[in-house]
């Protein structure tokens, strides 16, 4: 059945090459190419990448020093040039704090005092590059989301002075609560903890605590808990970030609500946020908490290879995943090597079976193919903030972004999913390359839980390039309805960034290879083409792209 079926998909990709005006010499390269991307290949690659011997691939690690090496090798081997003039990296320099509270975050009030445990209900780390931060009878603040968003009509600081001050925020935004704000179910960039800490820093407080709520963040504890926890790394600033708060931390929903009735106010306050016209609220407590640094300035490295293009090469589709995890952490039922497999080791052989399908072209195309491993992702995608920031080719000769970032380990779909949807004219593409395979394109089934910005596309969307992100399909072939979203379920609570994120002999390679093969077929239809794919109306990146 599977050869049949990929004997379809050959023929049915060159009918629809032979389709397009102009292309009918592609139908022969399209089968080549497609025909190298292969299960056994990522089947090697994963293997070595997810070994524990590479100890969960994170910067300033010698899992590091092996996993950049290992992608030089293989772009080498295809016969890539470096990407970065005679060189195969970018350095991106970055600070590693590793911030360990001295003690319990303790709050303060009339009532009495809270003090709460490291880990268990609390996380601390700072962004400030010293050897200790304190909060020192902060006074708190209940700042509700932490928005400050003109366009929706919300503003969760305003007449508020939090200077010196700790403000105590929610995750997600109002849309998660009533779909009539904002943008509904699908998270605006104002849900995500990274707007909550740069919004607290431009309001000058102290320290910004963020509650819990696993529905809303759409992870439990335990995702707070290690990535909070041990050495994080940061691009290098000029301030040294001494202009961020100088504590950015998390507290467990139970610790808040005890938080709040040591206060004296009801639990209810946190529905009341959701509602527009909001004020904030001093709580009488204050919060303490001493937090010791070790710092370690150095360098991680972007990992580039580009395949230039045949009478277009000044112009570039680029193809990104993120090489990184998280190293050795914390251990869980002994294992304490956080491997990686699905994220992102798979995005990562992708890049490698995309480079080596084009390389399978017989006819080079038209533009430029840039290949980025991407260091930092997990860190708050540091590695495509520097490049879209240090662009080495110009962001206005870059046609657009195909990021990827865990690919389905659970067999073929009658589905691929586009986070994002809607965004920009890459959509169309896709949904042209999906019809090809006999499948459709399906949104996000969770936008609340603001995928569109957790992932490395989300940068260079920011600076206006046009960015695909592609999830896994959610309709199996080979199962009922439920079968491919228990798996994603299953993965997200039982392996998503912990030790258990590993090869798995259950793995099916035939869902990821037909993937690949589909977000080849968008780059390489685009690198023919002469016309750049714009920004959807309505998209908050539209603007950025026209400016010039």
Not at 51 to 75: C, N, V
Not at 95 to 115: D, M, N, R, Y
Not at 330 to 339: L, P, R, T, V
Not at 359 to 379: D, N
Request: aromatic share 10%; charged share 20%.
């Amino acid at each position: 059945m599977q050869t049949c079926y990929r004997l379809l998909l050959i023929a049915a990709l060159a009918l629809g090459a032979c389709n397009r005006p102009g292309k009918n010499a592609a139908a022969l390269e399209d089968s080549t190419a497609f025909k190298a991307i292969t299960e056994e290949g990522f089947r090697q690659h994963l293997n070595v990448l997810a070994a524990d011997s590479f100890e969960g691939r994170k910067p300033f690690t010698p899992g590091e020093e092996k996993t950049i090496r290992y992608l030089e090798t293989q772009f080498k081997q295809l016969g890539l040039q470096p990407g970065n003039g005679n060189s195969y990296v970018q350095e991106v320099p970055m600070v590693e704090i590793t911030s360990e509270p001295a003690g319990p975050l303790v709050f303060k009030g009339k009532g009495g005092q809270l003090s709460l445990k490291y880990l268990d209900d609390y996380v601390a780390t700072t962004r400030r590059v010293t050897s200790k931060v304190q909060l020192n009878n902060s006074e708190l603040v209940f700042a509700g989301y932490g928005i400050v968003a003109p366009e929706y009509n919300w503003n969760d600081y305003a007449g508020l002075d939090v200077k010196g001050k700790t403000v105590v925020v929610l995750v997600n935004d109002p849309g998660f609560a009533d779909t009539a704000l904002f943008k509904g179910h699908t998270m605006s960039y104002y849900g995500r903890w990274t707007y909550k800490y740069e919004e607290a820093a431009r309001q000058g407080a102290a320290g910004v605590i963020i509650i819990h709520d696993t529905a809303p963040a759409s992870y439990p504890w335990a995702v707070v808990r290690s990535g909070w926890s041990g050495a994080k790394l940061y691009l290098q600033t000029e301030d040294n970030d001494m202009s961020r708060a100088g504590m950015e931390g998390w507290i467990t929903l139970d610790a808040a609500k005890k938080l709040f009735q040591l206060a004296g106010v009801s639990d209810t306050l946190m529905q009341s946020a959701r509602k527009p016209g909001f004020k904030p609220v001093p709580l009488p407590v204050t919060a303490s908490v001493v937090i010791n640094n070790k710092l370690k300035k150095s360098t991680s490295h972007n990992v580039l290879a580009v395949w230039p293009g045949a009478t277009k090469p000044q112009e570039y589709i680029i193809y990104s995943a993120h090489w990184d995890h998280l190293g050795i952490g914390e251990a869980i039922k002994g294992d304490s090597i956080y491997n990686g497999a699905a994220d992102n080791a798979t995005g990562t052989v992708a890049l490698l079976e995309i480079a080596k399908a084009f390389v399978s072209l017989q006819q080079r195309p038209a533009r430029s193919i840039l290949f980025i491993g991407l260091t930092g992702e997990e860190q708050g995608l540091l590695g495509s903030e520097y490049y879209a920031t240090h662009p080495v080719f110009p962001k206005d000769s870059t046609v657009a972004d195909i990021n990827m970032d865990v690919l389905n380990t659970y067999g073929r779909t009658k589905d691929l999913t586009i986070v994002g949807l809607g965004q920009s004219e890459l959509d169309d593409y896709a949904e042209r390359a999906a019809a090809k395979q006999g499948r459709t394109i399906s949104p996000d089934e969770n936008p609340s839980a603001g995928h569109f910005f957790r992932s490395d596309h989300f940068n260079f969307a920011k600076v206006g390039i046009p960015a695909l992100y592609a999830g896994s399909g959610t309709q199996s072939l080979e199962h009922d309805t439920a079968w491919a979203k228990t798996k994603i379920e299953e993965y997200g609570r039982d392996r998503y960034h912990s030790p258990f994120d590993q090869v798995d002999s259950t793995w099916e390679y035939s869902g990821m290879v037909e993937d690949a093969q589909l977000l080849f077929d968008v780059g390489h239809t685009l690198s023919n083409e002469t016309t750049f794919p714009a920004w959807k109306q309505g998209s908050e990146f539209k603007a950025a792209r026209e400016k010039k």
